[in-house]
């Protein structure tokens, strides 16, 4: 049963839409303000609508969240918007430069999240935060290899001699660390492992760059400090990757450790899309072990056993600065506190799994695949809140909790990322119906 949190919706909600039903309803959430990307100075957005002194740390940029956010504008038709916020995020890159080659010539250890490149920074003064984080996120470097590149094949982004240095670092990190084995905290930031969707992030941007390495934008060949990115170089990375990806898939991490080992993680929906680096029968496994393992009544969970925003999340943890705190180094204080079956339901997943049935369906014309496009569609458009919320009607949280025994939104609402893979999710519907 479709679980809709504001009835003005469903007088624009259809099981089977029409190309002016859905223009209707997407120029009915932008009047509403559904849409409403803040931006700083710097192009960048943060990652939640929060005041800038926020406890909770949300009104700090995010590469990953920032990477998913210009996807959307360049669904959106707005590539420029897209430019905006890939030269702000190669900006900042650029300043770990010192940080990338202290790794490259061995004079600083990887294995310290620290020493890695920052990837949660002050947008605002386009600086890093001077606090311990979990840096080791391999999929960010991913991320905004994949979206930087595409901005470039696309001419739109230009290709100057800063974003092609930034670019040449972020491939030879992940060559230095092995990023097909890597453990890194990924996607959640929690404890580190070896886990595919980091791999296929990664993957993802080094193949897109591969594809510029086979356009005439290339000119020379990247280098950083003493190190070309040679073209046969980049395309070992890819392989490696690749080879990697199609034995673990679709588990996330087969390490036999239990605090490790994981099968169902929702962050492997990504790489269907927007990613498109995993598609055919790989994918279909990926979509069944998500939906059977951890589709809920309203959202999609991150993974079993996620205790961030578990039930009564706020009267467990009473501080707003510690609970988004970095729990990589120890989850077992928070996972104490989760009750089976009591996860989050998040709200970022849906419209991606809209979206990827979008994509086959280009290809299929298959009236199934439309129809679970349309419901996942449909589930997306759920998740917008009341209008007697305390955030505002229509708009866009981060997940759903459990909060006295009911489902309320987090604090984290209206949440950027969420706005952006929604917005993807109604022009993907438009491309089908078109």
Known sequence: MLRIYNPRLLDYLRYQYTLDDVRRLTAFLREAGTFHFPALASGLHPAAHVSHDDPSGYASIWVR???????????????????????????????????IQAVLDGENDASDPMHRPHIRFDGHKVAEIDERWAHAQNDALGYFLWIASKLVAQKALPFDATLREVLAGMALFLE???????????????????????????????????????????????????????????????????????????????????????????????????LEIVDGAAADKIIDLVVRDLRGDIGIRRYRGDSYWCADYKTKISSAEARSADYSEDLSGRDALLREGEEAQWCI??????????????????????????????????HLTSDDSRFGGLRCPESYYLENGSYVPVDQTPLLWTQGNLLTALRMMEQSLA
């Open 65 to 99: 969240d920032n990477a998913h956010v210009a996807h959307a504008h360049l669904i959106d038709g707005r590539p420029e918007a897209a430019a905006a916020v890939v030269s702000g995020l190669a900006k900042f890159l650029a300043t770990q430069r010192k940080r």
């Open 176 to 274: 230095k660390i092995e990023y097909w084995t890597d453990e890194d905290s990924g996607h959640w930031e929690e404890t580190r492992k070896q886990s595919s969707s980091s791999i296929g992030t990664a993957l993802a941007g080094l193949t897109a760059l591969e594809a510029v390495y086979d356009s005439p934008l290339l000119g020379d060949e990247p280098a950083f400090g003493k190190q070309t990115l040679t073209h046969t170089r980049l395309r070992k990375l890819v392989e490696r990757g690749r080879e990697t990806l199609l034995e673990t898939l679709p588990h996330e991490c087969a390490n036999p450790d239990p605090t490790k080992r994981r099968e169902a993680d929702a962050a492997l929906l990504f790489l269907i899309y927007p």
């Open 349 to 382: 997943f849906d419209p991606m799994l809209s979206a990827a049935y979008g994509r086959r369906y280009e290809q299929s014309r298959s009236a199934a695949d439309l129809k679970l496009q349309t419901e996942y569609l449909n589930r997306s458009l759920g």
